[in-house]
Antibody, heavy 121, light 107 residues
Framework: EVQLVQSGAEVKKPGESLRISCKAS????????ITWVRQMPGKGLEWMGR????????DYSPSFQGHVTISADKSISTAYLQWRSLKASDTAMYFC??????????????WGQGTLVTVSS | DIQMTQSPSSLSASVGDRVTITCRAS??????LNWYQQKPGKAPKLLIY???SLQSGVPLRFSGSGYGTDFTLNISSLQPEDFATYYC?????????FGQGTKVEIK
């Protein structure tokens, strides 16, 4: 059974750093990309970026480039989303998802349960 | 970035109704259009990929169509468990982008 299990909720202060995780199981981790999606309170879904765990190549939405870093450790089938300096506006639910990419298909078929990040002084 | 615009933003419907949600892309995206369902407090769930392919396990009352810039999600007979928010998403180019969502509520 494919599963993506995310780390637990976090409460941080502005300026602090944070790394949240997404552990994959039930499939070959290096065969599929991992994508990250933000959902601010009461708002819609925003694509942040993705990583290919086979070689750790990543790309980002311009809206998030430079503010977050996506990484992966294929030895433990885990992807990460990291901030060096959090802002209050980073308060949101963050989802990871398995990103299927073939020649003719591209979609997010399995999702983690979400990690709620709260940034408040 | 490709902008995705859904309509309506919300709708009220009764159990058994046929529901149609539309999604328009700001530029041609071929069939690179996916649909997701999200219930409150839950992760999104893939319903339809490449415009019209039904994800495994998704009921047959859901269907998708369209090509290029205009797409549609249909629910043939709305069930109680279908009350949720629906999002379209383009996968033609980076950054991937979502529509703003359509909330389907009980009339």
């Amino acid at each position: 059974e494919v599963q993506l299990v995310q780390s637990g909720a976090e409460v941080k202060k502005p300026g602090e750093s944070l790394r949240i995780s997404c552990k994959a199981s039930g499939y070959s981790f290096t065969t599929y990309w991992i994508t990250w999606v933000r959902q601010m309170p009461g708002k819609g879904l925003e694509w942040m970026g993705r990583i290919d765990p086979s070689d750790s190549y990543s790309d980002y939405s311009p809206s998030f480039q430079g503010h977050v870093t996506i990484s992966a450790d294929k030895s433990i089938s885990t992807a990460y989303l990291q901030w060096r300096s959090l802002k209050a506006s980073d308060t949101a639910m963050y989802f990871c998802a398995r990103h299927v990419i073939t020649g003719t298909e591209d979609y997010f078929d399995y999702w983690g349960q979400g990690t709620l990040v709260t940034v408040s002084s | 970035d490709i902008q995705m615009t859904q309509s309506p933003s919300s709708l009220s419907a009764s159990v058994g109704d046929r529901v149609t949600i539309t999604c328009r892309a700001s530029q041609h995206i071929s069939s690179y259009l996916n649909w997701y369902q999200q219930k409150p407090g839950k992760a999104p769930k893939l319903l339809i990929y490449v415009a019209s392919s039904l994800q495994s396990g998704v009921p047959l009352r859901f269907s998708g169509s369209g090509y290029g810039t205009d797409f549609t999600l249909n629910i043939s007979s709305l069930q109680p468990e279908d009350f949720a928010t629906y999002y379209c998403q383009q996968s033609s180019s980076t950054p991937r982008t979502f529509g703003q969502g359509t909330k389907v509520e009980i009339k």
